[in-house]
């Protein structure tokens, strides 16, 4: 069964960055899409990044645009989100994923697997 593991949470101060990875164990056959999606305390998931396997356009929430960069490198089977300028809004549960289908804004829809999560915590 594949499976995902991320690494590279942590507690910064704003203005920080850090850099999360994700290993996968292999992808699916249907798998089309590598993003990340977050989970603050009393929060609804939001989809942080996303991007096609293999390569091509990426798509950001509106709040980490221009700050957080998915990147990967399909050799590792590894997705990375690159995490710049931090604020204290970005605190939380950072989860890796891969879904089907559209990997554009509502890419949650078509979650297929996700891994365990990885803790990120800004100060102010």
């Known amino acids: 069964q594949a499976r995902l593991v991320e690494s590279g949470g942590g507690s910064v101060q704003a203005g920080g960055s850090l850099k999360l990875s994700c290993v996968a164990s292999?992808?699916?056959?249907?798998?089309?899409?590598l993003g990340w999606f977050r989970q603050a305390p009393g929060k609804e998931q939001e989809g942080v990044a996303v991007?096609?396997?293999?390569?091509?356009?990426?798509t950001y929430v509106d709040g980490v645009k221009g700050r957080f960069i998915i990147s990967q490198d399909s050799a590792k089977k590894t997705h990375y989100l690159e995490m710049n300028n931090l604020k204290p809004d970005d605190t939380a549960t950072y989860y890796c994923?891969?879904?089907?289908?559209?990997?554009?804004?509502?890419?949650?829809?078509?979650?297929?697997?996700w891994g365990t999560g990885t803790v990120v915590t800004v100060s102010s």
């Open positions: 994923a891969t879904a089907r289908g559209y990997c554009g804004s509502d890419w949650l829809r078509f979650l297929e697997l």
């Open positions: 991007m096609p396997i293999g390569g091509g356009p990426t």
């Open positions: 292999f992808y699916a056959a249907n798998t089309h899409c």
